[in-house]
């Protein structure tokens, strides 16, 4: 990289122009990728929730029937 940079002094600011955007670029997807696991995984929470609470609230009821004969007119 020595080389490079006496071969070349004109592209040094450019060089670490592009190793700051890399950066960034590596620290916003890190943080997408937190975010959208702590968004599923609430979300999952709720929904896991929701569903228990769903089946508390049901009562024990007797199961649908079908009439045996059909209804005439």
């Not at 890190?30 to 999952?44: C, E, K, N, P």
């Not at 709720?46 to 059909?70: C, W």
């Amino acid at each position: 990289m020595d080389r490079f940079k006496e071969t070349y002094p004109d592209f040094v600011p450019i060089e670490e122009h592009i190793r700051r955007a890399r950066l960034e670029r590596s620290l916003a997807l890190a943080q997408l990728i937190a975010d959208s696991t702590h968004f599923v995984g609430r979300a999952w929470r709720r929904g896991f929730r929701s569903l228990v609470n769903g089946f508390s609230r049901l009562k024990a009821e007797a199961p649908l029937t079908l009439p045996r004969k059909p209804a005439t007119r």
